[in-house]
């Protein structure tokens, strides 16, 4: 059943953020960021997601789409910025050599083509596409030295993952000794690691077998039942048993070639490359002259799709010339040569158990309905948001109700309707709390806003317990052997109530330490012991976090507006705490893009004497509370004030441009503008580029060019 077409609900989403202020935008992405990271730690540390990945993307569009409209309260460790999620203890962790980055995601033809404008706008002429099935499974990159593989490492969080070169060396199709010749003597090669339908059909077919053996009962056999391939397949990728791994036939496609030797001129070529070398090259991919092919493709498969013997979700499309795609370039999480086009799951019908209510880390409250669990593309639904009172208004929500998910085209899993005719008559109508619901406080709701929060910042638990987890984060503090679980635990306890407290902390108080913690997807309350080891991880990693530069203890204290990148711009211009604490409103505002509502907030901020206390306290613990220079690293201020943009090929990587921009004071832009002072052109760069930079009379800079003007300022 669908409700509406893709352009109506563009609208719709567009409709909502275009009355929201900055408070409200600000609830609003707190509460999607919280919601978004427990999701990924379901997804890739657990391999049990309680959302679909069409779910998971929708929901991740309203987050990119509220940070685009409101780009100043974008969180730095938002999960748009972040791919993929936590890496798990139970393997050796390998930093990529190339970064296992994400793909942008679309379910329009129409950004689809949007898509093609932007690379033909950039490139300034057509460019040609591979088309390529995407395989709903487990993102894997294997190292290969002089024709032998030698380490398979997972996604992880895109930066580093887990070495599971044991288990992947059990999967059939991935050889470990290539074929034939002319191969790189050191590459790596991307794929996806899945389990085929008849496989899992029949594994699955083995378990409920064994349980019946056992007298478990249809209704629990159910409940142990895998639920899908890729689940499946991910779970059995990180067991530690590599002989139970090749028990479960797991199969693999490779489709990208990362070298710094020559392989093709293209990405189609490479993958005839590959297939000739041994590898499992899927049969379902295609080159496209433009989108018309590109679009008679993606419809193809969307029919077919249910004929393959494997699993997919979409169809990944990618320019074909490298030079092009180097051309383009990278955002800091995707390929701008690069997005997948998702097929659309279906809508389904289930009972209304009860509407619950959460209170996120800035006290906004979102009201989550709770509903009979329900099968989607393979997916246990269990939940699903209502934003805010006035949808449960425009819904009429009553107890009881049967309503309508739907998970495709809208944002996250939704109620999007309610049969009326299935209404208990005495049905009673859903009201809005009016309390916190969890520290009873008169909730709060601003004429003319959506939504509802807890006014109680210095007491309330979730708001507390929200700004601990934000401050042991990996961006953060990165708190090896502290997670949320365990800080909720400490919370509750009464051993911690703010980000100094936790420096306080002894192994003798920690080790066999009893305490509850509530898991947030189903409200149950569960009982913990710290165990010695577990004890000891945390106090080490409390003091390696002393380690932690000035930067991001300044982002781990949760200051309002500060992110990531307004923290490291905060350090190094006023170089430690003290410096930034004595700072006025103007003083602060006239760094460049920092302004004066961020000005405000910190020395809001600092004019508290409770947050000044905590921050002496995080000082005398011995935290770090100034900029600590690099003696290996030169710096100068030789072109402060200078923006860049780099563009083309040189005989050094444009990254390492980059960074002699950046180290020298300089500043490096992604476009052209008038604000633009220099563009370094190198070879092949793209015509449009250097045509509007002539229109604008950008200065134009030869890589021997630039370093003349390095040298000489």
Request: proline fraction near 3%.
């Amino acid at each position: 059943m669908q409700f509406a077409s893709d352009k109506i609900l563009t609208i719709e989403i567009r409709s909502l953020f275009c009355c929201m202020n900055q408070y409200e935008a600000k609830e609003k992405i707190d509460t999607l960021t919280k919601s978004l990271k427990r999701h990924n730690y379901d997804y890739y540390t657990l391999s049990q997601p309680v959302i679909s990945d069409t779910e998971f993307d929708l929901l991740l569009k309203e987050l990119e789409a509220l940070e685009n409209e409101f780009p100043s309260l974008a969180l730095p460790d938002s999960p748009t910025q972040k791919v993929g999620g936590d890496i798990t203890k139970n393997f050796i962790q390998v930093r990529h050599r190339y970064p296992m980055l994400s793909l942008g995601n679309t379910y329009s033809e129409e950004e689809l083509r949007e898509f093609d404008t932007r690379n033909q706008k950039s490139l300034g002429s057509a460019c040609e596409y591979v088309c390529e099935l995407k395989f709903d499974g487990l993102a894997i990159s294997i190292t290969y030295e002089n024709g032998l593989l030698i380490r398979a490492v997972t996604r992880g969080d895109g930066v580093q993952g887990d070495d599971v070169t044991a288990n992947v060396k059990t999967i059939k199709s991935i050889p470990q000794t290539l074929t034939g010749d002319n191969y790189p003597d050191r590459f790596e090669i991307r794929g996806e690691i899945f389990m085929h339908r008849k496989t899992f059909d029949k594994l699955n077919a083995q378990l409920r077998e064994s349980l019946l053996k056992q007298g478990m009962e249809e209704e629990k056999i159910a409940e142990r039942l895998y639920k899908n391939p890729r689940n499946f397949a991910s779970g059995t990728l990180k067991l530690q048993d590599s002989k139970e791994v090749a028990k479960r036939s797991l199969d693999a496609f490779l489709y990208f070639i990362y070298s710094d030797e020559p392989i093709a001129d293209t990405h189609y070529e490479s993958l005839k490359q590959a297939a000739k070398w041994g590898f499992r090259v899927s049969d379902h991919f295609q080159l496209c002259k433009n989108m018309e092919e590109v679009w008679a493709f993606i419809k193809k498969y969307d029919k077919e799709r249910s004929n393959l013997s494997y699993e997919i979700d979409g169809v990944v499309i990618k320019v074909n010339n490298y030079l092009q795609q180097e051309e383009l370039g990278f955002t800091a999480k995707t390929p701008r040569w690069a997005i997948s086009y998702k097929y659309k799951a279906e809508t389904a019908v289930t009972l209304l158990n009860e509407i619950t209510f959460q209170v996120g880390r800035t006290g906004a409250i979102t009201p989550v309905a709770n509903l009979k669990p329900v099968i989607l593309a393979g997916t246990t639904v269990k939940r699903a948001s209502l934003y805010n009172a006035d949808e449960i208004e425009r819904l009429d929500l009553h107890e009881s109700d049967v309503v309508f998910v739907e998970k495709g085209g809208e944002i996250i899993p939704k109620i999007v309707g309610v049969d009326k005719s299935k209404r208990n008559l005495f049905a009673k109508k859903i009201t809005y709390i009016t309390l916190c619901p969890e520290c009873k406080t008169e909730l709060i709701r601003k004429e003319g806003e959506v939504v509802h929060y807890c006014p109680n910042e210095a007491n309330c638990p979730p708001q507390l317990i929200g700004k601990l987890e934000h401050f042991i984060s990996r961006r953060a503090m990165n708190i090896d052997g502290l997670g949320g679980e365990t800080v909720s635990g400490l919370f509750r306890k009464g051993l911690i109530q703010s980000y100094a407290d936790l420096y306080d902390l002894t192994t003798d108080q920690l080790n066999g330490l009893e305490f509850e913690t509530r898991d947030e997807t189903n409200g149950k309350i569960r009982k913990r012991s710290l165990k010695e080891k577990s004890a000891e991880n945390i106090i080490n990693g409390l003091n390696a976090s002393k380690k932690v530069p000035f930067e991001r203890v300044l982002f781990a204290l949760g200051i309002r507006m500060v992110g990531e990148t307004v923290a490291k711009k905060l350090a190094a211009h006023f170089g430690n705490m003290q410096n930034l604490m004595h700072a006025d409103k103007e003083q602060i505002a006239s760094i460049h893009e920092i302004g004066e509502r961020i000005a405000q907030q910190l020395t809001a901020y600092f004019a508290d004497a409770e947050n000044v206390e905590i921050i002496n306290r995080l000082a005398k613990s011995g935290l770090q509370m100034q900029v600590l220079v690099d003696p290996n690293e030169v710096r100068s201020k030789k072109l402060s004030g200078k923006t860049f943009l780099v563009s083309g090929t040189f005989s050094i990587s444009r990254d390492e441009l980059k960074k002699l921009i950046e180290n020298n004071g300089g500043r490096n832009v992604n476009s052209i503008s008038k604000s633009l002072d220099y563009l370094i052109a190198g070879e092949k760069m793209g015509p449009e580029k250097l045509k509007k930079a002539e229109e604008l009379k950008i200065q134009l800079l030869s890589e021997s060019g630039f370093m003349d003007l390095l040298a000489n300022s």
